[in-house]
Antibody, heavy 117, light 111 residues
Framework: EVQLVQSGAEVKKPGESLKISCKGS????????IGWVRQMPGKGLEWMGI????????RYSPSFQGQVTISADKSISTAYLQWSSLKASDTAMYYC??????????WGQGTMVTVSS | QSALTQPRSVSGSPGQSVTISCTGT?????????VSWYQQHPGKAPKLMIY???KRPSGVPDRFSGSKSGNTASLTISGLQAEDEADYYC???????????FGGGTKLTVL
């Protein structure tokens, strides 16, 4: 079965760092782009960026460039989304997605990140 | 404000048809045939329903169909069922700088 399994919910304080993960299985992890999508509480979906695990080519939405870092470790079929200094406004559900050339066909279960003092 | 404009809500009775619009520009919806639609039930991850404007992934009922005219894409759900009640999001490729943009989402209520 093709699936993306994300790490568990996180509760952090403003200013702390965080790295969440997304492990792919059931397909060739290095052959598909992996992306990240944010959903703030009660709000819509926002595309953040993508990485190609085969060569680590990474692209960001202009809205998220410089705010987060996307990386991947192809040896363990895992992609990451990280923050160096969290803000309260980073509180959201984060989904990883498998990109085909024209859509996001597989979604992870989501990782809830709560940032609160 | 989202890059693509969707109605906040639509509704229909069981068995009826509803259409959800997704309006963009010539730089996204109008410029590429890479429009996709996602269904999200409360507390769940989104699910791909339509890709490449009008193609259905395996397992998606043929009650779901997509189309595009100019800068506006549409998702039509025919023969509405209670299980179709969910939020629906459109998404489009928007070129090599912005890459991908979502609509603000539409809440479908089955009366």
């Amino acid at each position: 079965e093709v699936q993306l399994v994300q790490s568990g919910a996180e509760v952090k304080k403003p200013g702390e760092s965080l790295k969440i993960s997304c492990k792919g299985s059931g397909y060739s992890f290095t052959s598909y782009w992996i992306g990240w999508v944010r959903q703030m509480p009660g709000k819509g979906l926002e595309w953040m960026g993508i990485i190609y695990p085969g060569d680590s080519d990474t692209r960001y939405s202009p809205s998220f460039q410089g705010q987060v870092t996307i990386s991947a470790d192809k040896s363990i079929s895992t992609a990451y989304l990280q923050w160096s200094s969290l803000k309260a406004s980073d509180t959201a559900m984060y989904y990883c997605v498998r990109h085909t050339s024209d859509a996001f066909d597989i979604w992870g279960q989501g990782t809830m990140v709560t940032v609160s003092s | 404000q989202s890059a693509l404009t969707q109605p906040r809500s639509v509704s229909g009775s069981p068995g009826q048809s509803v259409t959800i619009s997704c309006t963009g520009t010539s730089s996204d919806v109008g410029g590429y045939n890479y429009v996709s639609w996602y269904q999200q039930h409360p507390g769940k991850a989104p699910k791909l329903m339509i890709y490449d404007v009008s193609k259905r992934p395996s397992g998606v009922p043929d009650r779901f169909s997509g189309s595009k005219s100019g800068n506006t894409a549409s998702l039509t759900i025919s023969g509405l069922q209670a299980e179709d009640e969910a939020d629906y999001y459109c998404c489009s490729y928007a070129g090599s700088y912005t890459l991908w943009v979502f609509g603000g989402g539409t809440k479908l209520t089955v009366l």
